[in-house]
């Protein structure tokens, strides 16, 4: 069985980072409370990620953080990461699980309440639901689903969800409520003046809610 904790998901934007960089970005925010840190940058060559998650795994050792990949499937395996994320339109999930073995934590972005259903629990360890609302750090996102939308899809997924898309410190209670055992963040982190304040701020927020 597999333990991971959802409850503070922080998505690193390599843009919204740049003033302090993700590794310092991520160090913060798991000091501040982040429980789990996706390298996510869309731009990046499979070497740049190796090299960013290399760093950041150095950065993250002994925090009990946990790494995620987003779609590299590749440089999730060379950097040793606690997991791999993918979309709908990056891979399938029998073919992502088949290359990063058993051990690996794989999770699944889920837009509709039929997509969520569709996941076998055999493959995929989480879902990542969204977006909550429209969000300008994902452009190509699906229609919000609003937190009567994200519980619906929460509901229809055979495994835990984290939210994700436009989520702040003031959407924790509504997030729990809904079901998901988490939500994921990125601006309301990164490239904020203090993230390791910011983050401070979310998981005082999700202590208070928290089953």
């Known amino acids: 069985m597999k333990h991971f904790d959802l409850s503070l998901y922080l998505v690193l934007d390599p843009d919204l980072c740049a003033e302090i960089g993700m590794i310092e970005t991520a160090r913060l925010a798991v000091a501040g409370g982040a429980t789990m840190v996706q390298l996510r940058d869309k731009h990046a060559g499979t070497t740049r990620m190796i090299e960013t998650g290399r760093a950041l795994k150095q950065a993250l050792a002994g925090t009990g953080a946990l790494l995620i990949v987003n779609d590299d499937v590749e440089a999730a395996i060379a950097i ?7 979309g709908q339109e990056d891979m399938d999930a029998r073919t992502a699980r088949t290359m990063i073995g058993s051990d690996m934590i794989l999770g699944l972005s889920v837009e ?18 969204g977006p909550v609302f429209a969000t300008p750090t994902k ?11 994200l519980a619906m899809l929460v509901k229809s997924s055979p495994v835990p969800s984290v939210a994700i898309g436009g989520l702040k410190a003031e959407h924790v209670a ?12 990125v601006s309301a982190i990164c490239g904020t003046p203090d993230p390791e304040a910011a ?7 999700i202590r208070k809610v928290r089953p």
């Not at 040793?80 to 993918?86: E, F, K, N, S, V």
């Not at 569709?118 to 879902?127: C, E, I, N, Q």
């Not at 452009?139 to 939308?149: C, N």
């Open 174 to 185: 509504q997030v729990f409520t809904a079901g998901a055992r988490g939500l994921a963040v």
């Open 199 to 205: 983050t401070r701020r979310i998981a005082a927020n």
């Open 80 to 86: 040793g990461a606690d997991g791999l994320h993918i």
């Open 139 to 149: 452009a190509d996102h699906k229609q919000p689903l609003g937190f009567d939308g």
């Open 112 to 129: 509709t309440a039929q997509l969520a259903g569709a996941v076998d629990p055999r493959l995929v360890d989480y879902t990542g639901v």
